[in-house]
């Protein structure tokens, strides 16, 4: 009886110890804040709005990043309707991407319709409940000139969102690891835009593809890069390319605070291919809960 009593004794204690560490598995996975870009949804998204915001939540997923502003409204929704629909899921609005390019002649710019619509992007943007406002694509300068008007664009962008409590930023392609009259346009673009009033989205799939390593950008600008774009070739972590585990161990260098994923192309359909690139985040140790907001 005695050794029957112990064995349970025992066996209770060893299910309570299971029970304890998967529940602290699972509240650490939930710790961890992993954003999406919606562009990695953008079909489902224009068929069903609602139905897809949804199942991203339902994947997990902390907030999104829109890349659907036009003309005051954000997937043909008010600001303050798309912020409702969001929070409605269980997640948070994070960033958008948008932008105005400039004329090819910059001198032949008409300024006054330039800010006539930032002012409204901006305001747009703040009813939303955006934290960030990111540029995600610009022309290719010809010439450093261009490239240095661009930079002070850039920079009188940032001073009005820094003003209405919105930080504004520069996501990149590969194009900008070129070289312009002899200059690497991403590297002139760091040295040439104040970082009080803009930061860098890096994308880290684009960077590799550019020939370059996100750590030694890291390294190179501290503090400048405060949204990171995780991306792969398809899926995360299937190519073998990206070095995420780097990436990851360096994120205080790089002064990144959040992590968006996003998918581009897909081995399935969008829905499971942010899934399995959600749970690829998830499951890996090198990201850790405390480091992302």
Known sequence: MKKQFLFLTVLLAFAVSSCCTQSKGTEEKQ??????????????????????????AEIGYTGVEAAGYADGKFYGLEPEEYKKEVEAAGMTVLSSHTGRA???????????????????????????GMKYIVTAWMPTPKT???????CDYYNQIGEKCKAAGISYGYHNHNF???EIEGQLMYDYMLKNTDPEKVFFQMDVYWVIRG??????????????????????EKELGQSGMVGFDAIFRNLATAGAQ?????????????IESVKLSYDYLIDSPFVKADELK
């Open 144 to 150: 450093l000139a261009e490239l240095q008007s661009y």
């Open 31 to 56: 710790d961890k804040n992993i954003y999406l870009q919606l562009y990695s949804v953008r079909d489902d998204i224009n068929a069903d709005f609602k139905g897809t915001i949804q199942k991203v």
């Open 258 to 270: 959040y992590a968006v994923v996003e998918v581009e192309r897909y081995s399935y359909t969008p």
């Open 211 to 232: 020939g370059k390593a996100p750590v030694d950008y890291f390294v190179a600008y501290p503090g400048r890069f405060k949204l990171l774009h995780i991306k792969d």
């Open 102 to 128: 400039l004329d090819q002649d910059v001198t032949k710019t008409n300024w006054d319709e330039v800010w006539k619509w930032w002012d409204q992007a901006i305001a747009a943007h703040k009813a939303a």
């Open 176 to 178: 900008e690891f070129q």
